[in-house]
């Protein structure tokens, strides 16, 4: 593998005169360039990349933590933020910790290792030992999503889910709806606590009653939604319209609405929130809360470059803010 050595001999230049060619860090007469670009291809020269990050102290790599989770959000967040660092001449490593703190710590350090710029956290479940491992000090800013400790040196970034669950609960109301019930997440999640604080709120300003029975706790997954479907369903009397805390759970309600032989949205209307793809591509396609994930993932990777740009050591709090897409599992009364 040829070295700067071997294209500056070739070239008849010096080895810092390369440098100044390729990093472009200094005027270099064109007769010149010409001699050291001939060179580089002659040889097929790849500058190192190590030796570059020692020099610059920046290696254009960022480190991804996602813990295991069936949701497609967290697909799709991923998918956009590998989109945005190509797009920032960025190289992204993920790593997937299945849920296991061990693991979490394991590469967390391997990726501090490898000498990432950042590091980027999405995670499904956060636990106390999450927390306390995020509050140690890193070597490199970290950006989260979602959730968080409460620490100066933390970027988080946070849909607005108090104006989301307002969006849905409004909706439903202005379509015609007063006898409404919330499937939530687990309310040891802030997102979940903030969508059913925001559907309590509209239905107290729109002078509705809320029923608790039609409160029903899931778990952010289809599994939730079938379970709390079958729930509604066994009521004597049962809501007319559901605000499901997520997409996966509105999913899963509708599939069991139609072994129960309930329709979707004659006898009972719904909506969701995410917006993942295939909510579109239900029977009927779901209306649901729009989380814009391009952005999502472009704030969050742009701040965390920013803040290396600028040597920022205060974390940032960015709250993006969601829309109703209107479909078809709500009918108007």
């Known amino acids: 593998m040829a070295t700067i050595k071997d294209v500056a001999k070739l070239a008849g230049v010096s080895t810092s005169t390369v440098s100044h060619v390729l990093n472009k860090t200094r005027f270099v007469r064109e007769e010149t360039c010409d001699r050291v670009l001939h060179a580089v291809r002659e040889l097929n020269y790849r500058p190192s990349s190590i030796a570059r990050s020692l020099k610059v102290q920046r290696t254009n790599t960022l480190g991804m933590l996602v813990t295991a989770s069936r949701n497609p959000f967290f697909a ?26 061990h693991r979490m710590e394991t590469n967390l350090s391997a990726l501090e290792e490898k000498r ?31 959730w968080g400790p409460e620490s100066d040196n933390v970027d988080r970034i946070y849909d607005n889910s108090p104006a989301g669950g307002a969006l849905a609960t409004r909706h439903l109301i202005e379509m015609g709806h007063t006898r409404i019930g919330c499937v939530t997440g687990p309310l040891k999640r802030r997102s979940a606590k903030e969508r059913l604080g925001a559907f309590r709120q509209a239905m107290e300003e729109a002078g509705l009653d809320v029923r608790e029975e039609w409160i029903v706790e899931g778990d952010y997954d289809c599994s939730g939604g079938v379970k709390a479907m079958g ?4 009521l004597q009397e049962r809501p007319e319209a559901v605000f499901a ?3 996966m759970m509105a999913l899963g309600m509708i599939s069991q609405a139609a072994r129960l032989g309930i329709r979707v949205p004659e006898d009972m209307s719904l909506v969701g929130y995410d917006d993942i793809y295939i909510s579109q591509y239900t029977v009927p396609a779901l209306t649901t809360v729009h989380q814009p994930k391009s952005r999502i993932a472009a704030m969050a990777v742009d701040t965390l470059i920013d803040r290396l740009d600028s040597k920022r ?5 960015i709250r993006i803010e969601p829309r109703l897409v209107e479909r078809e599992s709500v009918r108007r009364v």
Do not use: Q
């Open 245 to 247: 805390c997520n997409d």
């Open 313 to 317: 050591t205060k974390g940032e709090i």
């Open 231 to 234: 729930t509604l369903a066994a």
């Open 76 to 101: 799709e967040i991923v998918h956009e933020v590998e989109r945005r660092c190509y797009e920032r001449g960025y190289t992204l490593f993920l790593s997937n910790t299945e849920g296991d703190i």
């Open 116 to 146: 990432v710029d950042g590091l980027l956290l999405l995670c499904s479940e956060v636990n106390d030992d999450i927390i306390s491992l995020l509050e140690a000090d890193r070597s490199v800013p970290i950006m989260v999503f979602d």
